[in-house]
Structure formats: structure tokens, C-alpha cells
């Protein structure tokens, strides 16, 4: 399949390159210049996985601007801050065959690509998925080949033959995709989920198991997550964990599974770049207010993120 990565950052590098492994043709399409230039400089991308084997991948990168390519299948993984820029850069190459996929992180994407690509072109997902861009040209795949898993659904919730081609690519590729059919709780779940985890472990600049070994940390996930799922009750979403799953997944996710990792919001605020809070607590917090629910907790912590985004602009 002919795949454009949209947003060639640590989630694009690693789908595309994992999908360019598996067989098909890839290109990345950037803007952030050093980036580029570091790439085109030493003829690909060093990859790593957990700081070893440090290698160099070759790639195809265009900018939005030189592209001409005309893929089946684009993926989106920019921040979301970013995508509205990029979705008017690229949509001189975009035509009504082609489908939009994406696992960013956050709400708000969905309506964006929306401007662009009719519904029964969109399917997205989550991803638990460590990646870490050490800097231009250079990646680190946290965790061992075929490590993390991906969810992803259609808009439509009615898979098609494009779907499932997709979900096979995405298997060879060892990405481990479930395909569901329930889109906004698949993507709602997985905003609940990183509401807690990225947003205490960037505040406070810790990695993940330090959040889970903290003996108040079933408190503190607990209050957030009652906020949201009650504000998903209200709004009529079916989420898909349960109450005590999601908290059990939060305790995994932080103790055993990835204690060393540092969440991609964690990524943003160290670099001095806006983090994505206000798509995910703020999204959480939005909802609420169209349901006449209060999330008080989602409220302040997301005005804490910009107090702390604020602190190192002025430091
Ligand atoms: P990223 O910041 O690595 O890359 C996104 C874009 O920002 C790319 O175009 C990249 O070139 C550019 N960029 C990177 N560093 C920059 C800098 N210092 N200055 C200017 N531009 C820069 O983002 P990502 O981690 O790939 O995340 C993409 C989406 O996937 C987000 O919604 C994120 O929340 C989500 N996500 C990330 C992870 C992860 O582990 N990284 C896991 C799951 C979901």
C-alpha cells in the first residue's frame, strides 16, 4: 500500500517505518526545517530501540510544499495544535479516493479532518505506544520489536475492504491493532487514560513509575477518572474499559509496564513547546460544560499545565 506519513515526528517515524519494513511505500512529509535538514544531511533517520543498536534508516521526506505523490492511505501524527496548519499545506495532493487515519493523541483532530475527508474516509485509534524523538534525524522505539498496541475504529463504524487492508499492514508491521466499532469510546477511553498520566507525570516532571509508586495515586487517578466517565454518562458515550479497568490499566501502565517513560506531553513541555492539555483535560472539561457538568478537577489541572508552561517561558 502507498502510505503518506503526515507529521514525521517520533509516532510518524515509527508507523512509517515499521509499515516501509513491512513492504509498502512510504513517504514523510515535514515542516519543522532542522528536522529536515538533519535528515537529508546523513541520508535517513538514526533509529534506536531503548537506547541501543543505533542505526540509520533511509527515508523519502518531502516538505508539504515539494510533494506530488498520490497515496491510498495518509496517516496524521502531529501534535494537535499543528494539524489545522498542516491539513491547508497538504491539501493540494488530497482527492476524494484517498482515507485519513490517525492515533493522536487528544480531541479535536476528528472535526479537522472532517474539512477535508468525507466520513467514510476516516478511521482513527489510539496508540500505547512509547516513542521518544531525541532530536532532528533521530528516534528511540521504546520497548522491543512488536512491543505496545494500537486501537482503531472508522468514523462510520462500519469497517470496509480499505479498513482491513490497513489493519493488515498495520499487523505485519507488529504494531498489534484491534479494530473496534465503537469510535468516540475508543478514542474517549484513551483521552481519560492520558488526562491522568500525561498531564501528573509532565506537571510534575516525573516518568511514569514514579506516578504509579506514589501511595496516593489510585486518589488522584480515581477523582479524575470519576469526572470523566460521569461526564461520558451524560454525554452518551460507551467507553471501553470500565471504572475499575481504566484504573487498573493506569496502575499497570505507570508501575510495570513503562515505569521509565516519560509521556509524549512530557516531550513538549522540556522543548518549551505548548503540550496538548487543552485537547485532552481541556476536552474533558468542554464536554462537561455541554452536559452541565463541572469537571472541577480537569479544570485546574489543565490551568496548572499552563501555569507550568508559562513558568519555563518566563524562566
Ligand atoms: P512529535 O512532537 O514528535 O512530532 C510532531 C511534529 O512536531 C512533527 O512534525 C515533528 O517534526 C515536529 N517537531 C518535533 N519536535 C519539534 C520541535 N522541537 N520543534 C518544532 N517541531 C517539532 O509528536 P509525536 O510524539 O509523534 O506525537 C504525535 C501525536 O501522537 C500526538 O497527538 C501525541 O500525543 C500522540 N502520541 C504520541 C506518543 C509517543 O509516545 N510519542 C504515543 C501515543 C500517541
Redesign the pocket.
Known amino acids: 500500500m502507498e502510505f503518506a506519513m503526515i507529521?514525521?515526528?517520533?509516532?510518524?517515524?515509527r508507523y512509517g517505518i515499521l509499515l516501509q519494513e513491512a513492504g509498502n511505500d512510504v513517504t514523510f512529509i515535514?515542516?519543522?526545517q532542522?528536522?529536515i535538514d538533519k535528515i537529508r544531511e546523513q541520508g535517513g533517520v538514526y533509529v534506536s530501540r531503548d537506547h541501543q543498536d543505533r542505526h540509520l534508516v533511509p527515508i523519502k521526506l518531502e516538505t508539504p510544499e515539494t510533494y506530488q505523490g498520490d497515496p491510498d492511505m495518509l496517516i496524521f501524527?502531529?501534535?494537535?495544535m499543528?494539524l489545522a496548519d498542516?491539513l491547508k499545506r497538504c491539501e493540494h495532493f488530497f482527492n476524494d479516493r484517498q482515507y485519513a487515519f490517525t492515533?493522536?493523541?487528544?480531541m479535536g483532530?476528528i472535526e479537522k479532518l472532517q474539512q477535508y475527508f468525507a466520513d467514510d474516509k476516516i478511521i482513527a485509534g489510539?496508540?500505547?505506544?512509547?516513542?521518544?524523538?531525541n532530536g532532528p534525524g533521530d528516534v528511540d522505539f521504546?520497548g522491543k520489536r512488536g512491543a505496545g498496541k494500537m486501537n482503531m475504529a472508522n468514523l462510520t463504524e462500519k469497517p470496509d475492504e480499505m479498513t482491513h487492508r490497513l489493519f493488515d499492514e498495520l499487523q505485519k508491521a507488529q504494531m498489534n491493532p484491534t479494530l473496534t466499532t465503537n469510535f468516540k469510546g475508543t478514542l474517549m477511553t484513551k483521552v481519560i487514560f492520558?488526562s491522568v498520566i500525561?498531564t501528573l507525570c509532565t506537571m510534575f516532571e516525573i516518568p511514569m513509575g514514579e506516578l504509579g509508586n506514589f501511595e496516593k495515586a489510585y486518589d488522584l487517578g480515581r477523582q479524575l477518572i470519576d469526572e470523566a466517565y460521569d461526564i461520558c454518562e451524560r454525554a452518551g458515550i460507551t467507553l471501553v474499559s470500565t471504572r475499575e479497568e481504566e484504573m487498573y490499566a493506569l496502575d499497570i501502565n505507570t508501575r510495570i509496564d513503562m515505569p521509565l517513560h516519560y509521556?509524549?506531553?512530557y516531550?513538549?513541555m522540556i522543548?518549551d513547546?505548548p503540550t496538548?492539555v487543552d485537547y485532552i483535560n481541556g476536552y474533558i472539561a468542554d464536554l462537561g460544560r455541554e452536559y452541565h457538568y463541572e469537571a472541577k478537577t480537569h479544570i485546574f489541572l489543565t490551568n496548572l499545565v499552563h501555569l507550568a508552561e508559562y513558568h519555563r517561558a518566563n524562566e
Do not use: Y
Not at 492515533?103 to 487528544?106: A, E, K, L, S, V
Not at 496508540?127 to 521518544?132: C, G, K, S
Open positions: 507529521g514525521a515526528g517520533a509516532m510518524g517515524l515535514d515542516i519543522w532542522p528536522h501524527f502531529t501534535k494537535q499543528q498542516f492515533c493522536m493523541n487528544g483532530h489510539t496508540a500505547l505506544i512509547a516513542t521518544v524523538l521504546m492520558n500525561n509521556p509524549s506531553m516531550q513538549d522543548h513547546r496538548e
